[in-house]
């Protein structure tokens, strides 16, 4: 069943599993270091390049997502969906976050 999936991913999709997982996993090390320097940014209160980390977050988190978004052949309409309803929500979700951050520095309330 795996090799199955595996074998359509690859043949059908034109996207190589081995290559999502390579993605994913070199990226999610990054994403947890960026994370507690986020918080370690908040602790000592030092917002000045925590846009930079919130989008280099971002961008981590939907790389492999974007592999087969931009690699991907023949995918069905409903995986272009899933991935598009994916990336809108956490841009979304970022935009929200920072426009929080801008107004609690604003008024000095901390998250």
Known sequence: MITDIWNMAIDQYHVNPIIFIVIYVV???PCWLIVFKIV???KHKNTESLYFYILLELALLLMPYLYVLLFGRNLPIWAYLLLFVLIIMSVNSTYRYCVKLLKN???GKQI
């Open 105 to 107: 520095k604003k008024t």
């Open 27 to 29: 990226t999610y090390i």
């Open 40 to 42: 370690k940014m908040f």
